[in-house]
Nanobody
Framework: QVQLVESGGGLVQPGGSLRLSCAAS????????MGWYRQAPGKERELVAT???????NYADSVKGRFTISRDNAKNMVYLQMISLKPEDTAVYYC??????????WGKGTLVTVSS
């Protein structure tokens, strides 16, 4: 079984930056795609960014040009570098991983608050 643990959330001012990390650990099938999702107050959970084991990425339109997803394949870690943060980015950010058999794993989330 795979466990995902997010870290790096916190309070940041508009225009600031923050870097989120997610570590995948435990026994399980090999991880393929990893990504970040978020859920803002009063909204549904939405995709933020994903990255494949080969480095292919996709981003939500709302974060393109501001967020960068990266990963360490050897350690099954994924990162989300966020810059030019806006109040609209305030949400609980969840780490997601999918193994080679299509089974999904989720972290418990880390809160990002963008406020002056």
């Amino acid at each position: 079984q795979v466990q995902l643990v997010e870290s790096g959330g916190g309070l940041v001012q508009p225009g600031g930056s923050l870097r989120l990390s997610c570590a995948a650990s435990g026994s399980g099938f090999s991880i393929n795609t990893m990504g970040w999702y978020r859920q803002a107050p009063g909204k549904e959970r939405e995709l933020v960014a994903t990255i494949t084991s080969f480095g292919g990425t996709n981003y939500a339109d709302s974060v393109k040009g501001r967020f960068t997803i990266s990963r360490d394949n050897a350690k099954n870690m994924v990162y989300l570098q966020m810059i030019s943060l806006k109040p609209e980015d305030t949400a609980v950010y969840y780490c997601n991983a999918v193994n080679l058999y299509g089974i999904q794993y989720w972290g418990k989330g880390t809160l990002v608050t963008v406020s002056s």
